[in-house]
Every structure is written in C-alpha cells, then in structure tokens.
C-alpha cells in the first residue's frame, strides 16, 4: 500500500514562510515523480509545483514561482514546498501527490492532476492578518 502524508500547514500572516512536508511510505513504492497542487473554497485543483525524484525536471506555476520552491529528501522518501512571501491567495488545502516511473509524460503532464496515481490527505494553509 502507497502512502504519501502532508504535514506543515498552518495560520500564517501575510509575507511569512511555511514549509510543507511529503512522506511517501510503501515498501515496494519508490516515487519517480511528486507534485503540490492546491485547491482553494470553491474553487478547482491547481497545479503548484512538480519534481522529477532526482530533481532533473522541476516545474513551477507561475502565481508561486520566485516565492516556493521544492527540495527533497530522497533517503527518507521526503519532498518538501518551502513557501515564502505567502499571500492570501496562498490559502487553500495543499496535497502532495506522486507518480512512479520513469514516464516519458511527465514533461508534458506533470501540471495534470489526473497524471498522479497517489494522493495525500492534504494540509490547510492559511495566510490572514
């Protein structure tokens, strides 16, 4: 069994940091491919950011790129979103979610939600004054 469990979220004020964590857990499992979407109140799941497991392909959206970015820990099967200047647009719960491979597709996917085979629970951020 896949298990992939957020943890990081929280209260944060306008321009604060948070850092999101990414377990991916499962004896036989070993992620090529992780990825942050959020989803916001009443709103679609966004793409925000993806890696390729050994960091070669990295991939941003735009609303966050300058102000997040992903590092990994590959021994512990850990993927962390380091968030900066958070704004309030930034609130929402964010997911991590993971792809084995390797996959030609995931250049061309990684923005895609339905491209990720595995789900995390998700972890509320949310940045108010």
């Known amino acids: 069994q896949v298990q992939l469990a957020e943890s990081g979220g929280g209260v944060v004020q306008p321009g604060d940091s948070l850092r999101l964590s990414c377990a991916a857990s499962?004896?036989?499992?070993?992620?090529?491919?992780m990825a942050w979407f959020r989803q916001a109140p009443g709103k679609e799941r966004e793409f925000v950011a993806a890696?390729?497991?050994?960091?070669?392909?990295?991939y941003y959206a735009d609303s966050v790129k300058g102000r997040f970015t992903i590092s990994r820990d590959n021994a512990q099967k850990t993927r962390y979103l380091q968030m900066s200047s958070l704004k309030y647009e930034d609130t929402a719960v964010y997911y991590c979610?993971?792809?084995?491979?390797?996959?030609?597709?995931?250049?061309?996917?990684?923005?895609?939600?339905?491209?990720?085979?595995?789900w995390g629970q998700g972890t509320q951020v949310t940045v108010s004054s």
């Open positions: 979610a993971a792809k084995g491979g390797p996959d030609a597709a995931f250049r061309s996917s990684f923005f895609r939600s339905t491209y990720y085979e595995y």
């Open positions: 499962g004896r036989t499992f070993s992620p090529h491919y």
């Open positions: 890696v390729s497991w050994g960091g070669v392909f990295i």
